[in-house]
């Protein structure tokens, strides 16, 4: 399979625990994106990579929340400190240059304890 | 305002009906349109990309009129296989790349 790929697929923890998600872009994309969806809404954008380079970051993505994307190719998202509000959907996305689709993986739900 | 608005149905017609899904979206500098799939529990999947002049796949028409900035999404001869939840998705330009997502049109085929 060569489309995103995240792990895990669900995670249970509790309130105050860290937690880590990790994603793996389609190989050719130099973009990644990961975006946040709760029960009957559309995903939200958290933030965007190009390569390495983190370019924007959502007002959603508080200080308890940070990502990484150290060689251009995988990413981390960290959620420090979890609160009972940060359970949801953790969604990573992919894309190559310009004005293409972004291709989802099957997410990280998430549900906090 | 939301900057892209659905209506959030559910929409329940039966198997063979004509279906058709209206989205609005408030940034008029918008440049890029697509409607995705999501099925129950599961990620968006790119259903259409949306284009100017309209488009069509198969049973699926896309049509966009910018100066209303409006998007429709009309299905034809629906199968139960189309029941999901439907997502209309504005790329805005700027900065940012990310996508902006309405909440999204739950449609079930009835057999």
């Known amino acids: 399979d060569t489309g995103v790929s995240q792990d895990p697929r669900h995670k249970i923890t509790k309130r105050g625990q860290n937690v880590t998600f990790r994603c793996d872009p389609i190989s050719e994309h130099n973009r990644l994106y990961w975006y946040r969806q709760t029960l009957g809404q559309g995903p939200e954008f958290l933030t965007y990579?190009?390569?390495?380079?983190?370019?924007?970051k959502s007002r959603l993505l508080s200080d308890r929340f940070s990502a990484e994307r150290p060689k251009g190719s995988f990413s981390t998202l960290e959620i420090q400190r979890t609160e009972q509000g940060d359970s949801a959907m953790y969604l990573c996305a992919s894309s190559p240059e310009g004005n293409q689709p972004q291709h989802f993986g099957d997410g990280t739900r998430l549900s906090i304890l | 305002r939301k900057e892209v608005e659905q209506d959030p149905g559910p929409f329940n017609v039966p198997e063979g009906a004509t279906v058709a899904f209206n989205c609005t979206y408030s940034n008029s500098a918008s440049q890029s349109f697509f409607w995705y799939r999501q099925d129950c529990r599961k990620e968006p999947k790119l259903l259409m990309s949306v284009y100017s002049s309209g488009n069509e796949d198969g049973r699926f028409t896309a049509q966009l009129n910018r100066a209303s900035q409006y998007i429709s999404l009309l299905i034809r001869d629906s199968k139960l296989s189309d029941s999901a939840t439907y997502l209309c998705?504005?790329?805005?330009?700027?900065?940012?790349?990310?996508?902006?997502f309405g909440s999204g049109t739950q449609l079930t085929v009835l057999p």
């Open positions: 990579f190009q390569n390495e380079a983190q370019l924007e």
């Open positions: 998705v504005v790329n805005a330009p700027g900065s940012a790349r990310q996508l902006t």
